[in-house]
């Protein structure tokens, strides 16, 4: 796929040189954005696009312009297509959507049967997974898998998520399930339907909670008169 001297494809090993350029600019963006993502390292990275789990955006010059990867879990019964990150220049410019229909695509390619499911903090990636056919759901929807939640370790909002019990935190998880689900027409009418509502209750979750916990002094666990009113106990 090729729009504006960008091609978007499948990473192979020739692409590992930009492993330590994608992590770099996955960390700055989590500290901007304020919230956390599980931590990779470059070798991890460059692990995924040697196994043809990941995809890459590029210009014809050889610029790196985006990335994602696939990650498999519970044996294989769940997939997520990780670390969606496009670089700040070619940010709003609609190849992030094309990163991840190419990565949706890839991951029903190797996994037919699996469910592919996502934790998101924003909104627009919400909209581009609508798009795609996921739908929001509860944590208890997700995988069990204990190696997948261990990545959350190295998040910002890891206390947040275990308070919780892992039943809830500032992502906001969307799951695709290849044996039953709506069609991606049905997807995208029901987001643009309820999308001022997503939007109310990330806001609630990821700006003033956040707030919040950066606030307090000492570190520890928000009261809990506080988490049940945001819904996180």
Avoid at 10 to 38: F, L
Avoid at 48 to 66: L, M, R, S
Avoid at 101 to 127: C, H, N, Q
Avoid at 172 to 186: C, F, I, K, Q, S
């Amino acid at each position: 796929m090729e729009t504006n001297n960008i091609i978007v494809r499948v990473a192979t090993s020739s692409d590992s040189h930009y492993a330590t350029t994608i992590t770099a600019e996955m960390e700055s963006s989590a500290k901007a954005r304020g919230t956390g993502i599980a931590k990779r390292s470059p070798e991890y990275i460059e692990k995924k696009i040697n196994e043809g789990k990941a995809v890459i955006a590029v210009t014809t010059d050889g610029e790196w312009v985006g990335f994602c990867y696939i990650e498999a879990w519970g044996h294989d019964q769940f997939v997520a297509n990780s670390g969606l990150i496009v670089a700040p220049a070619f940010r709003k410019s609609g190849v992030a959507k094309q990163i991840k229909r190419r990565i949706f695509d890839l991951s029903k390619e190797k996994y037919p049967t699996s469910k592919i499911f996502g934790l998101t903090t924003g909104l627009a990636v919400m909209k581009i997974n609508s798009d795609l056919g996921y739908e929001p759901v509860t944590y208890s929807e997700l995988t069990d898998d204990e190696e997948f939640w261990a990545g959350c370790k190295s998040c910002v909002n890891y206390d947040i998520l275990m308070s919780k019990e892992r039943k809830n935190c500032m992502c906001t998880a969307m799951l695709y399930d290849p044996a039953d689900h709506y069609e991606p027409e049905e997807t995208k009418e029901d987001f643009k339907q309820h999308s001022k509502l997503y939007e109310r209750f990330m806001h609630v979750k990821q700006s003033r909670l956040l707030k919040l916990l950066k606030k307090k002094d000492g570190g520890g666990s928000l009261p809990k008169s506080l988490l049940k009113y945001f819904n996180l106990v």
